[in-house]
């Protein structure tokens, strides 16, 4: 019940193209919902993140969009560009005194010119 | 301001051997958690530390081990080195609330 499931794995979108990443999790309890960025060489980096209260939340190109029925929410990159070709993880917590992320598989993505 | 420091940068480590990573958070920040990450097995999380005390852990094994310092550094100990070992230990530091988590760059840490 604590897991976060990603997918797909790896992904590759052409230049210019909507990029999508989706999670899943099965805890109620979560309330906060991250996306991180991670460039090879560096260490994951806050993109993005979304409470339950609300349904989408956009910067710039990046938008999450959060389905709390069915438990999923998703990353949306638009016009995707080449410098955002890194690998991408999904998390949740839950508040009270344990805030620790739990963290989905992560995904590789590559934006081909 | 400064972001999260990790040191060393690079190591390499015989097995069996003892190891000893450093990572200085963000000012203000007393939480600080610690990951391996390796190529097949994603970000696995080992501890956290919040004002010196362990207030998380991973399912890791006890040759992993970790404290914190008052000043809210935090060091992390793998004793008896295995090949297994070898991945990219990350650090993450945060005020504590649950949100708002700033990595280092990690150590890349190499068993031979």
């Known amino acids: 019940q604590q897991q976060v499931k990603q997918s797909p794995q790896s992904l590759i979108v052409q230049k210019g193209g909507i990029s999508i990443i989706n999670c899943a999790y099965e805890n109620t309890a979560f309330d906060y919902f991250p996306w991180y960025q991670q460039f090879p060489g560096k260490g994951p980096a806050l993109l993005i993140a979304i409470r339950p209260d609300v349904s989408e939340k956009k910067e710039g190109r990046f938008t999450i969009s959060f389905n709390k029925s069915a438990k999923q929410f998703s990353l949306h990159i638009m016009d995707s560009q080449p410098g955002d070709s890194a690998t991408y993880f999904c998390a949740a917590s839950k508040g009270g005194s344990n805030y620790q992320l739990i963290w989905g598989a992560g995904t590789k993505l590559i934006i081909k010119p | 301001k400064a972001g999260v420091t990790q040191t060393p940068r690079y190591l390499i480590k015989t097995r069996g051997q003892q190891v000893t990573l450093s990572c200085s958070p963000i000012?203000?920040?007393?939480?600080v958690s610690w990951y391996q990450q390796t190529p097949g097995q994603g970000l696995q999380f080992l501890f956290e530390?919040?004002?010196?005390?362990?207030?998380n852990k991973g399912n890791f094994p006890g040759r992993f081990s970790g404290r914190q310092f008052s000043n809210s550094r935090s060091e992390m100990n793998v004793s008896t080195l295995e090949l297994g070992d070898s991945a990219l230990y990350l650090c993450?530091?945060?005020?504590?609330?649950?949100?708002?988590?700033?990595f280092g760059s990690g150590t890349r840490l190499t068993v031979v």
């Open positions: 000012s203000g920040h007393r939480s």
């Open positions: 993450a530091s945060s005020l504590g609330t649950g949100n708002g988590y700033t």
């Open positions: 530390y919040f004002s010196e005390t362990q207030r």
